[in-house]
Nanobody, 122 residues
Framework: QLVESGGGSVQSGESLKLSCEVSGYGPGTYCMGWFRQAPGKEREVVAGVYTGGGSTYYADSVKGRFSMSRDHVYYTLYLQMSNLKPEDTAAYYC??????????????????WGQGTQVTVS
C-alpha cells in the first residue's frame, strides 16, 4: 500500500515536500518513484530509483529543483520540491514495482500506485 501526503497550494517559487508511506511489501528489489498528471495530459515520470543500486532518475523538467529520498527505517518515500512553477501543477502519485534492475522511469515498471495528492502552484 502506498499513501501520499503533503500536497497543497503554493505560490510560484515556494517549496513543498511530499511523503509516501510504503507498507505491505516484502524483501526484494523495487522500482520506486513519483509520477504526476496534469489535467488533460498524460501521466509522466518525475523521479525514479532502483532500490538495488544506482542513481536516481529525474525528468529534465524538474532536475535541479526536485529531490527524491527514502527513509529506510520507516519505509517512507519523499519528494522535496523547490522553486515550484505553475507548470508543476498536477496530481502527484507515488509508485512502486518489483524490479530486477530496470531503469525505473516507465509506467509499466510500476505495478503499485498511491491515490495521488494535488499540488497547485499559482
Amino acid at each position: 500500500q502506498l499513501v501520499e501526503s503533503g500536497g497543497g497550494s503554493v505560490q510560484s517559487g515556494e517549496s513543498l515536500k511530499l511523503s509516501c508511506e510504503v507498507s505491505g511489501y516484502g524483501p526484494g528489489t523495487y522500482c520506486m518513484g513519483w509520477f504526476r498528471q496534469a489535467p488533460g495530459k498524460e501521466r509522466e515520470v518525475v523521479a525514479g530509483v532502483y532500490t538495488g543500486g544506482g542513481s536516481t532518475y529525474y525528468a529534465d523538467s524538474v532536475k535541479g529543483r526536485f529531490s527524491m529520498s527514502r527513509d529506510h527505517v520507516y519505509y517512507t518515500l519523499y519528494l522535496q520540491m523547490s522553486n515550484l512553477k505553475p507548470e508543476d501543477t498536477a496530481a502527484y502519485y507515488c509508485a512502486a514495482g518489483v524490479s530486477y534492475g530496470g531503469l525505473c522511469r516507465e509506467m509499466y515498471e510500476f505495478a503499485f500506485w498511491g491515490q495521488g495528492t494535488q499540488v497547485t502552484v499559482s
